[in-house]
């Protein structure tokens, strides 16, 4: 059965206005209908703090992380080498020759964090390139932005990593996600000797999925499926035809740096040319303070707000698809993440509350590998292991 699923996710991407529930038991399930509570803020102490000095050399700043994590980045790229060469015996040659010359475009502070990584870990610098554009194609992903009754905002996500990246049997996982959970490191970025934000990465990737500048605003970054996709975008980079272009996590991660409010960041979200589509989830520190921006390469095609007018205006959840469309019907986590929204209610709100949403299914899903907590009311930010053990769904 789940070969079958498998089978037509891939050859049958049917989009659907009429909710179909997957059938059991990978059926949709809201753990806040059965009154549990999987929320343990401890368990955040379980992925451990670095702290990356941007005043110092940039071929310095992932030293640390590069060198505590150096095997587990080394297995990381060992797996998808198991995945690749069976098919492509030549690809690792293509792939160290023509990700090795990237770095000739690779603008800095990128290039020479790339290079410190790489003299680190004992790669060769493509395969390390590679794994720094492998966001831009490979993830599914729920973010949620939902304001308490307080009108303090919070802002999380799971980050969903490894979609047919290598199925393992014996442990019912998709191979590239069980080792990344052994990657994930929370960050301290410092400047001027100050914290300038927080953020949680893959340990060797300098890009940022999601982050939090205190007192200002959050961020997280959901992939959008297109044609003109991340694929398309690694294509025009690798042939040298965007040189100047941003990657995602990349425009994310400046966002952070140079941006001091919730408008700024909006509006630099909004309209630097991207080499990927995107979606940029924003969450501020002033009630109603956030934002769906809907990206394309070279503009911003929806910006949906939250909504003091609509009876549901106190939370925005975005997953892979643009809001106010379908989702694929193998893929619909739209309609159980917004029911168990719903069910948890405004005056529920919180780290717990929303922790509890998203480790519910289908939100939750053999994909998933973290879920991040931020909020700017007291700027607190926590990142928990996450995976689906069981039945659950593939993505």
């Known amino acids: 059965m ?40 401890k368990n955040a102490n379980k992925v451990k703090w670095f702290t990356v000095d941007l005043d110092g050399p940039p071929e310095e700043h992932f030293k640390e992380i ?32 023509l990700f090795a010359d990237l770095m000739a475009w690779i603008p800095e502070p990128y290039n020479s964090e790339i290079k410190g990584i790489t ?39 799971n980050l969903d990593f490894g979609l047919f990246l290598g199925w393992n049997p014996s442990l019912h996982e998709w191979s590239i996600s069980t080792v990344l959970r052994k990657m994930i490191v929370n960050i301290n970025w410092m400047k001027n000797g100050k914290l300038l934000y927080k953020s949680n990465n893959f340990a060797g990737f300098v890009g940022i999925y999601n982050g939090l500048k205190p ?25 040298g035809l965007e040189p100047g272009g941003k990657w995602m996590t990349w425009l994310a991660r400046e966002t952070m740096e140079n941006c001091a409010t919730f408008d700024d960041a909006v509006d630099n979200l909004s309209n630097v040319p991207l080499l990927s589509p995107v979606y940029y989830i924003v969450g501020g520190v002033k009630p109603f ?25 106190w939370y925005l959840l975005q997953t892979n698809y643009d809001p106010g469309t379908p989702p694929l019907y193998l893929d619909d986590r739209d309609t159980p993440g917004n029911k168990c929204m719903q069910t948890l209610k405004q005056n529920n ?42 039945y659950c769904w593939g993505w």
């Open 289 to 313: 303070e956030g934002v769906i921006i809907t990206r394309g390469l070279n503009g911003t095609d929806s910006l949906v707000e939250m909504d003091a007018s609509n009876d549901n205006g």
């Open 349 to 390: 709100v919180g780290f717990k509350g929303i922790y509890n949403v998203l480790s519910s299914r289908t939100n939750l899903n053999k994909l998933t590998t973290y879920t991040v907590l931020m909020s700017t009311g007291n700027n607190a930010f926590e990142t928990h292991l996450q995976s689906c053990p069981g």
């Open 66 to 97: 590069a060198t505590a994590y150096k095997k587990q980045i080394n297995d990381l790229i060992q797996v998808i080498k198991d995945l690749i060469v069976p098919w492509f015996p030549e690809a690792l040659k293509i792939i160290d020759v």
């Open 119 to 157: 003299d680190v870990v004992g790669l060769p610098v493509g395969e390390v390139v590679l794994y720094n554009v492998f966001y831009e194609v490979f993830t599914v992903c729920t973010s949620i932005v939902a304001q308490a009754n307080n009108g303090t905002l919070y802002h999380a996500r």
């Open 2 to 41: 789940r070969l079958l699923f498998l089978a037509l996710a891939v050859v049958v991407p049917i989009v659907s206005s009429d909710y179909v529930p997957l059938p059991a038991p990978y059926s949709e399930y809201c753990i806040l209908d059965s009154n549990q509570n999987l929320y343990d803020p």
């Open 215 to 239: 007192n200002a605003f959050t961020l997280t970054a959901n992939e959008r499926f297109a044609l003109a996709g991340g694929y398309y975008g690694m294509l025009r980079y690798v042939l």
